[in-house]
């Protein structure tokens, strides 16, 4: 059966969710999951796989990532990314004992301005060793004012999170939409990005995003209204959950 052809048309009508799932249904890394794609695998279980990556930063340059599409990292659940985690330590203690390299580096690029190339979140995993050049940060150089007012900006939204204070509900609120605003800037930009060599105008793909998430963001709004926002309670788990997506 032929797939029918998605027209420019048909993309400046899709909502962000099937625009997202069409994405997903040509993700290359699902099609490696599902043995549709063939690649070198090291290592797998029932929710991750490891494979050698084929543009390797260096020799031993391993990619992990889950089975199931998840574009950025806040997306996959607490469960499946600890998983992933631990095979990245076994990847790593892999490379150190197999190949005697001196180190490793670890990286997640999560979204485009990260350097993030492909809709699927991947962990890297390779080897180092003594001045090979692979990756040289920059030094930025801050004064103690511009510390403290950076930790001063950080702290409360990590205390709240943790659940180390009482926050109130209008203050959870507030974190959960913020936080949702800058995961779903992150995916449109993928989104974006991917299409363009569809001919799709970035500006009218943007505004058909904009105009779905101010949407979703009002019927939200309308069932939250009622609520006692003054009322104090402590973050639990499910507070943590919604504020991470």
Not at 107 to 130: D, M
Not at 147 to 168: A, H, R
């Amino acid at each position: 059966m032929v797939e029918k052809e998605i027209s420019e048309e048909d993309l400046k009508n899709m909502s962000a969710e099937e625009i997202a799932e069409l994405q997903k249904q040509n993700c290359i890394f699902c099609k490696i999951a599902s043995k549709e794609i063939p690649a070198k695998i090291v290592h797998e279980d029932s929710d991750c796989i490891c494979i050698l990556d084929i543009n390797p930063a260096s020799e031993g340059h391993i990619l992990v990532f889950p089975k199931k599409h998840y574009m950025i990292m806040p997306h996959v659940p607490e469960d499946i990314l600890a998983k992933m985690f631990k095979n990245v330590e076994l990847m790593s203690h892999t490379l150190l004992k197999t190949l005697q390299c001196r180190g490793t580096t670890v990286f997640v690029a999560n979204g485009v301005a990260a350097g993030q190339r492909a809709p699927h979140v991947l962990i890297h995993v390779f080897p180092r060793r003594e001045n090979d050049g692979l990756v040289q940060l920059p030094k930025y150089e801050m004064n103690d004012e511009q510390i403290s007012k950076l930790k001063s900006l950080l702290k409360p939204y990590i205390t709240q999170v943790f659940g180390g204070k009482k926050s109130t509900i209008k203050e959870a609120e507030f974190i959960e939409k913020k936080n949702e605003k800058i995961e779903e800037d992150i995916v449109n930009e993928e989104v974006v990005k991917e299409l363009k060599n569809d001919n799709v105008e970035e500006k009218d793909l943007k505004k058909n995003l904009k105009k779905k998430s101010t949407d979703n963001k009002n019927n939200e709004d309308k069932k939250e209204i009622s609520k006692d926002k003054n009322k104090e309670k402590k973050l639990d788990l499910d507070d943590i959950s919604r504020l991470f997506g």
